[in-house]
């Protein structure tokens, strides 16, 4: 069974790090599924365009690890990736 979209932006799934991330002058942390995958979702796809490969394989490795909490290592570095690729680490 997968996840849907409902289901990971709903998820309380712990991963493996915080993220903490700012924008705008303010401090976001990223601790869980959910948190994860509402924030690289709500941006629009535009702004994302530029990793688009790096944000298909966080999408998707969040939607994992909501149905499956042993694939929250994956999503952790699918996260990292975008993230650090991104320069919002």
Do not use: C
């Amino acid at each position: 069974m997968t996840a849907v979209a409902g289901d990971a932006a709903d998820s309380d799934t712990p991963l493996r790090a915080v993220f903490k991330i700012s924008l705008n002058g303010n401090t976001v942390s990223i601790a869980t599924v959910g948190q994860a995958y509402r924030f690289i979702t709500n941006l629009s796809s535009i702004e994302w365009i530029e990793f688009r490969a790096l944000h298909a394989d966080a999408v998707q490795a969040l939607q994992g690890a909501a149905d499956n909490a042993m694939l929250t290592v994956q999503a952790t570095n699918a996260l990292r990736a975008l993230f650090v690729r991104a320069k919002l680490l």
